[in-house]
């Protein structure tokens, strides 16, 4: 399967511990984003990689979160002392850009969904 | 910045007939718009997208929608509904600021009734 690739795709943990999920895109996008869904609301933007910059992050993004996609392939979005607000399904697209208003289709993955006790 | 607004969270209709699922926009230059599915426990999938070009766009599984400028809609249908359609369906509009960022609206619900 080509497809982007997330796991873990469920995650139950308690409040105050640290979760970490990754994302493998597409190999040939070098465009990378974090969206956050939650019940009843569309996905909501939280950065975005262009190859290994980290170039726009969403004021969604407190200090307890953190993205990084080190060689420009597979990204990792870090949470730290979760809390309960924090459940909801992470999921994570690519798309391979051309140009910086010349781009493709946002493929996205099945998601992780995070639970927070 | 960019908005989206689907009217009605949940819609329900009978197998066979008409698919109508609302969707306007706010944007201050020219919109790329987008409908997604979402099945249960499963990432979004492209039914179609508008960028330029001809207002009525086609896309997959027999949905197509129509972009209208003056009333900044873009509305998908369906002339007959489909017990496999029923999923969650989300419209977007792409951010004017570079990495074509989408801005997703809230979603609804298609139940389809046998």
């Known amino acids: 399967d080509t497809g982007v690739s997330q796991n873990p795709r469920h995650k139950i943990t308690k409040r105050g511990q640290n979760v970490t999920f990754r994302c493998d895109p597409i190999?040939?996008?070098?465009?990378l984003y974090w969206y956050r869904q939650t019940l009843g609301q569309g996905p909501e933007f939280l950065t975005y990689f262009q190859n290994e910059a980290q170039l726009e992050k969403s004021r969604l993004l407190s200090d307890r979160f953190s993205a990084e996609r080190p060689k420009g392939s597979f990204s990792t979005l870090e949470i730290q002392r979760t809390e309960q607000g924090d459940s909801a399904m992470y999921l994570c697209?690519?798309?391979?850009?051309?140009?910086?208003?010349?781009?493709?289709?946002?493929?996205f993955g099945e998601g992780s969904r995070l639970t927070v006790l | 910045a960019q908005s989206v607004t689907q009217l009605g969270s949940h819609v329900s209709v009978s197998e066979g007939a008409l698919v109508l699922l609302r969707c306007n926009y706010s944007s201050s230059v020219p919109p790329y718009l987008f409908w997604y599915v979402q099945y249960p426990n499963q990432g979004l999938q492209l039914l179609l997208k508008y960028t330029t070009g001809a207002t009525l766009v086609k896309g997959i599984n027999g949905f197509e929608a129509e972009f209208k400028k003056s009333e900044t809609s873009f509305h998908l249908t369906k002339p007959s509904a489909h017990m496999s359609d029923a999923a969650e369906y989300f419209c977007?509009?792409?951010?004017?600021?570079?990495?074509?960022?989408?801005?997703f609206g809230a979603g609804t619900i298609l139940r389809v009734k046998s």
């Open positions: 697209a690519s798309s391979l850009g051309v140009t910086d208003t010349v781009v493709g289709e946002l493929f």
């Open positions: 977007a509009v792409r951010e004017e600021e570079y990495g074509n960022k989408l801005v």
């Open positions: 190999s040939e996008h070098n465009r």
